[in-house]
């Protein structure tokens, strides 16, 4: 069973840049594809990024397209989000879950992820 750490999120203004990490308790982290989720007060939760096992292959949310980064480096067992060019609608909690999955597939469905950490709170404001 891998346990998620969330880390780095934080209060900004619209434009600012944010890097969050997801920490792995499991040397394992490469058989997991791993996503990153956002949930904003009174709204589903929602796929924000997503990556395959090895990397290679990544899935935007069209609403962060051009502005956010996924990536991870299974070596270090963690997972980074970068987002940057922050708007007030970025404001959310924001998940790191991970799922068992095959080389080459990356999963957008919530219900795919069975692991999940306890969030961090990102805040757009001016």
């Known amino acids: 069973q891998v346990q998620l750490v969330e880390s780095g999120g934080g209060l900004v203004r619209p434009g600012d840049s944010l890097r969050l990490s997801c920490a792995a308790s499991e040397r394992t982290f490469s058989n997991y594809i791993v996503g990153w989720f956002r949930q904003a007060p009174g709204k589903e939760r929602e796929i924000v990024a997503t990556?395959?096992?090895?990397?290679?292959?990544?899935h935007y949310a069209d609403s962060v397209k051009g502005r956010f980064s996924i990536s991870r480096d299974n070596a270090q067992n963690t997972a980074w989000l970068q987002m940057n060019n922050l708007k007030p609608e970025d404001t959310a909690a924001y998940y790191c879950?991970?799922?068992?999955?095959?080389?080459?597939?990356?999963?957008?469905?919530?219900?795919?992820?069975?692991?999940w950490g306890q969030g961090t709170q990102v805040t757009v404001s001016s």
């Open positions: 990556i395959s096992r090895p990397g290679t292959i990544t």
């Open positions: 879950a991970a799922a068992t999955g095959v080389t080459g597939h990356v999963y957008t469905d919530v219900q795919r992820y069975t692991y």
